[in-house]
Nanobody, 121 residues
């Protein structure tokens, strides 16, 4: 069983900062991409930022220059530092990982339960 568990969401005023963390646990042999998606109220889930296992980041245009993704591969963790938050960043944020459970299986997508981020104006 593979689990992704997020932490760090909350309520913040516009212009403030939050840091999200996600830990992958369970039995697996490798993590490829790891990152964050979000679902704003009434909208579909969208990419926020992902990072490959060798550190290559990919950001949504809407968060470039404000959010920073990082990983600790030794701890199987991914982080999202969110600065200059805007009300439109309000969403449920989901941790994502492309994970291989055994050396004989392919890559599968795993998702966390989500953590709420609310930015007040």
């Amino acid at each position: 069983q593979v689990q992704l568990v997020e932490s760090g969401g909350g309520l913040v005023q516009a212009g403030g900062s939050l840091r999200l963390s996600c830990a992958a646990s369970g039995i697996f042999v490798s993590i490829n991409d790891m990152g964050w998606y979000r679902r704003p109220p009434g909208k579909q889930r969208e990419l926020v930022a992902t990072m490959t296992s060798d550190g290559g980041p990919n950001y949504a245009d809407s968060v470039k220059g404000r959010f920073t993704i990082s990983r600790d591969n030794a701890k199987n963790m991914v982080y999202l530092q969110m600065n200059s938050l805007k009300p439109e960043d309000t969403a449920t944020y989901y941790c994502y990982g492309k994970i291989r459970r055994t050396k004989w299986t392919g890559w599968s997508d795993y998702w966390g339960q989500g953590t709420q981020v609310t930015v007040s104006s």
